[in-house]
Nanobody, 115 residues
């Protein structure tokens, strides 16, 4: 059974940091591209960061130089280090695994940036 379980969300003040984790099981993690998406209230889900199987990364312009995606294939886990957080980063953050036509989603974790 495929599982993607996000953790690490919460309430943080502007300028603060959070580290999201997505622990996975039930598929060959190392073969999949892993991504973080987010969805703010009233907005469409958007890609935040992606890391390929070999480890190449790309980021949304809005988070470049602030967020870092990484993966640990030994732990079947993907991370998102978020620094210099802004109120506009407030959203539910979702973990995604993709390989060709296969795609899996986590249940999401809430990140709220507010003073």
């Amino acid at each position: 059974q495929v599982q993607l379980v996000e953790s690490g969300g919460g309430l943080v003040q502007p300028g603060g940091s959070l580290r999201l984790s997505c622990a996975t099981s039930g598929f060959t993690f190392s073969s999949f591209a892993m991504s973080w998406y987010r969805q703010a209230p009233g907005k469409e889900r958007e890609l935040v960061a992606r890391i390929t199987s070999p480890g190449s990364t790309n980021y949304a312009d809005s988070v470049k130089d602030r967020f870092t995606i990484s993966r640990d294939n030994a732990k079947n886990t993907v991370y998102l280090q978020m620094n210099s957080l802004k109120p506009e980063d407030t959203a539910v953050y979702y973990c995604n695994a993709a390989l060709f036509k296969l795609t899996y989603w986590g249940q999401g974790t809430q990140v709220t940036v507010s003073s």
